[in-house]
């Protein structure tokens, strides 16, 4: 075999050091199946003093010396974050290095620039780490699906949410005590809010976007709520009604008033969703996304979405992929935002809600609920009443409407003297 291709590797914290390893153990079947050695030129950390494992004639400090280094012919960026790592892949691709990535944050918020600069320089841009960890779903979307029409992806694309949902429905727990727990076996940082209040899906979720629909959609585009108003009691509702709740990212074309498709809506929120759905069985911190297109039919993708190995993998296949590519003398396909569709507001994406009442059991009660329902254009699809002496339970699931009808309806329900409570509010996807 001729010259190794050279790797420079940013970062080296859980998942750099895997991506090393990795790198060193299967380095003669990788240089088997690439047709050429890979070898690693340097690794860009803060602090080389905490890196022992690493021979300290590979460490630097100066990470943009490194990528421009004109030996490099790959990089491998796996520190996270907007800066240094923009700059950085930048200066990279500028360099004509090909890049692979694992930072979804870089991603949903610079998606577009980055890849008209690898367009521009003839280089790849590979990201498969930056969602659902191991497991593969940007390639399917990019390349296997390529000659399909999208309608929906839906994932739980955060294994931490995901474990403190599960840990609520096992025992019954509160939001709080999950976390706790959570954080206690090591799932979640001791700072949560990146995962608990949807950032970290909601990066994902612009991401998946963009590859499914071929249109640019920015972190700053999706509709976010995180996990921490979902109640022990919106647990046991869902369950009532053979429902499990889960943080869902959702992407999914929307017809306008005319019929016709004319935009997108990206949203992450929690949600009831059937204990029949595939994704309902996805417990713990594992991660899954649901695809619906035209001709396939419905696709699941199931595995471990975070983690030094299994994010390495992600990382690795990428860059075998690109090193393949850089031999053939060519760039692997890019993303394409030739569709250009327009992201929709929340307020006009047509949802379903699902909203426990206490109220006075007494005549009239449901017929003034009903008319706040009716007053916001929003139809009732069922309505139960659980009695309890002169109180009684309603739990009412609506048909979709828009978002802003079923919100002004919780407020309208909130104000009216017959309403004791508004006890359960949450959305509802996956129902027929
Ligand atoms: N913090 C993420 C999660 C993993 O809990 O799934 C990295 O994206």
Not at 127 to 135: C, D, L, P
Not at 269 to 293: D, K, R, S, W, Y
């Amino acid at each position: 075999m001729s010259d190794a291709l050279k790797v420079a590797l940013l970062g080296c914290g859980t998942v750099g050091s895997a991506v090393l390893r990795l790198l060193s153990e299967q380095s003669d079947d990788l240089a088997a199946r690439i047709g050429r050695r890979v070898e690693v030129a340097g690794v860009a950390v803060r602090r080389p003093d905490r890196h022992p494992e690493v021979p300290a004639d590979l460490l630097t400090t100066d990470a943009h010396a490194l990528v421009t280094r004109p030996d490099v012919d790959l990089v491998v960026e796996v520190i996270g974050g907007i800066e240094p790592a923009r700059s950085l892949l930048l200066a990279a691709i500028g360099a004509g290095k090909s890049v692979v990535s694992a930072n979804k944050a870089l991603l949903a918020d610079d998606g577009v620039a980055l890849h008209a600069a690898a367009s521009a320089a003839g280089v790849d841009l590979y990201y498969e780490a930056a969602v659902a960890g191991a497991i593969p779903l940007l390639r399917p979307l990019r390349e296997s699906l390529a000659g399909d029409q999208l309608r929906r992806v839906v994932g739980i694309v955060n294994g931490t949410t995901n474990y403190i949902l599960s840990r609520m429905a096992e025992t019954g727990a509160g939001f709080g005590e999950a976390l706790a727990e959570a954080t206690e076996a090591g799932y979640a940082e001791a700072d949560p809010t990146a995962d608990v209040d949807g950032f970290d899906a909601a990066a994902k979720a612009a991401i998946l976007a963009s590859l499914a629909f071929h249109s640019p959609v920015t972190a700053a585009d999706v509709y976010r709520e995180g996990i921490s108003a979902v109640s022990a009691t919106d647990v046991a509702r869902a369950a009532e009604i053979g429902c499990t709740v889960k943080l869902l990212a959702i992407c999914e074309r929307v017809a306008g008033a005319d019929g016709a498709d004319d935009g997108v809506a990206v949203r992450v929120h929690p949600a009831m969703i059937p204990t029949t759905h595939p994704l309902a069985a996805v417990g713990g911190a594992f991660n899954a996304v649901f695809v619906e297109a035209e001709a396939a039919g419905e696709l699941m993708f199931y595995g471990r979405g975070a983690g030094g190995q299994p994010t390495a993998s992600a990382v690795l296949g990428d860059l075998v992929a690109v090193a393949r590519n850089r031999l053939a003398g060519a760039a692997g396909p890019g993303t394409t935002g030739y569709a250009g569709l327009t992201v929709r507001s929340m307020a006009d994406t047509p949802t379903r809600y699902h909203i426990s009442l206490d109220v006075a059991d007494k005549p009239g009660v449901l017929a003034t609920v009903a008319h706040e329902f009716a007053a916001q254009g929003v139809s009732i699809a069922t309505v139960r009443q659980d009695g309890h002496g002169e109180a009684a339970t309603l739990v009412i699931v609506t048909h979709r409407a828009p978002d802003a009808a079923l919100a002004a309806t919780v407020t309208r329900l909130r104000e009216m003297s017959a309403v004791r409570g508004v006890t359960s509010v949450l959305r509802v996807e996956g129902l027929s």
